[in-house]
């Protein structure tokens, strides 16, 4: 049996159907994007709390040696931690007569502060 306007309406179906079908690729492909850069950022995330533990363990190491004067490679390390803008305004004095406890002080701030994460990578 022949239907007048069936072929137009199958015709119209089918674009509508590859319509939908490219909406949802297209869809699927920026989830996939958004996951992608949700996870490097909390792998970076990550990373860098580990780095910091490192340093807060070298400190604590200098600590238990009684060692008082801080080895300017692991204060330039520290500083760069502390310094960045993770870290919001803490600011540590230029000489190295900063106390190591002062120093694993502003790196526990620092690693506070890469733990909770920001409103905005809540929301990914």
Same mark, same amino acid.
């Given at each position: ?15 509508? *159907?590859? %319509?939908?079908?490219?909406?949802? @690729?297209?869809?699927? &492909?920026?989830?996939?994007?958004? !996951?992608?850069? =949700? ?36 204060? *330039?390390? %520290?500083?760069?931690?502390?310094? @960045?803008?993770?870290? &919001?305004?803490?600011?540590?004095? !230029?000489?190295? =007569? ?27």
């Amino acid at each position: 049996m022949f239907v007048a306007g069936s072929t137009t309406a199958r015709a119209c179906f089918a674009q509508g *159907r590859e %319509a939908l079908f490219d909406q949802t @690729s297209l869809t699927v &492909g920026d989830l996939r994007a958004q !996951d992608h850069d =949700a996870r490097r950022m909390r792998y970076a995330r990550r990373h860098r709390i580990r780095l910091i533990d490192q340093v807060i363990n070298e400190f604590e190491l200098l600590n238990l040696a009684g060692v008082s004067v801080v080895p300017g490679e692991l204060t *330039r390390r %520290a500083t760069g931690f502390i310094s @960045s803008d993770a870290a &919001g305004a803490r600011v540590m004095p !230029d000489d190295r =007569a900063v106390p190591i406890a002062d120093w694993v002080s502003a790196l526990f701030e620092v690693q506070d502060a890469l733990m909770l994460p920001s409103p905005s990578y809540r929301n990914l």
